[in-house]
């Protein structure tokens, strides 16, 4: 953990992988259609997309290095799924300081609703 | 994640700065599920063929059952599962929950977590999608801080 006076923070490799992944537009809408439909073969995602089969794979590749794309063999066939686990982790590092405040907030209300009812 | 159409495996992985030990231990032993699996204590000796229970924090009621399939630490463990704390959910059928550790470089370790055998079991399904990934998170925050996330 650094501290506030630290001018230039060491960048941490597995966070720069994952805004670097996200950084990117198609790699978005990959993510996007394995929200709406998860665990995709690379046949299936190549067709949402005007791009080589390559193209697609580099894509892929990027995302599952970050984590954001976790793979699975079904059958025969080899699946990609939307790990949200990473962008969780990202919204735990700077929203869980409001969410306490929230859930502390409510145990306040309620201790005061009992107290006075 | 009610837009999510839900299909019959999820697969969740995540990075954590510990070893295959430590996260096996941090799987299997009560005092750390307590502290990331929504409070539940899970109770197995781990022997394949027998059983495997999430307890809730006051071990009156069964939160989660199953039965361990394959134990093989600090790498695997595969149990069946059946989602006890919602009546609708504990009468569909019971799925898998496969937990793989691997080591990667610079005393890191690679965990992931396949739910699978969720074709007849629609609410449990979409019940643990996002469960997975609260879990995941807080268990690699707990690992390498030593601290439990805040409930929410």
């Known amino acids: 953990m650094g501290s506030v006076t630290d001018r230039s923070p060491i960048p941490d490799p597995a966070d720069e992988a994952v805004f670097r992944a996200l950084a990117d537009p198609t790699r978005r809408a990959i993510l996007d259609r394995l929200f709406e439909q998860d665990g995709q073969s690379l046949g299936e995602i190549e067709r949402a997309f005007d791009m080589s089969r390559f193209g697609v794979m580099k894509h892929l590749r990027v995302l599952e290095d970050a984590g954001l794309v976790a793979t699975h063999r079904v059958g025969r066939s080899k699946l990609h799924f939307l790990n949200p686990v990473p962008i969780r982790l990202i919204h735990d590092r700077w929203i869980d300081k409001y969410t306490e405040h929230r859930v502390s907030a409510l145990a306040d209300l309620k201790r005061e609703l009992e107290e006075t009812g | ?152």
Do not use: C, N
């Not at chain 2, 837009?3 to 019959?8: I, K, L, R, S, Y």
């Not at chain 2, 996260?23 to 394949?48: C, H, R």
């Not at chain 2, 969720?118 to 690992?143: D, R």
């Open chain 2, 1 to 152: 994640m009610s837009t999510m159409t839900q299909t019959a495996v999820q697969v969740y992985t995540v990075f954590i700065k510990a070893s295959p030990e430590q996260i096996w231990d941090a799987i299997t032993k009560p005092e750390f599920t307590s502290k990331y699996f929504y409070g539940s204590l899970v109770d197995s000796t781990l022997e394949p063929g027998s059983p495997i229970i999430g307890w809730s924090p006051d071990r009156e009621q069964k939160l989660t059952d199953g039965e361990i399939l394959e134990s093989d630490p600090p790498h695997r463990l595969r149990y069946s599962w059946r989602s006890l704390w919602d009546e609708s959910q504990a009468a569909e059928e019971a799925s898998r929950v496969t937990w793989e550790i691997e080591p990667q470089e610079g005393g890191v370790s690679k965990l992931s977590v396949v739910h699978d055998r969720l074709e007849h079991s629609p609410k449990t399904a979409e019940s643990v999608a996002g469960g997975w990934m609260y879990i995941l998170s807080g268990l690699k925050t707990l690992l390498e801080t030593g601290e439990p996330l805040a409930q929410i």
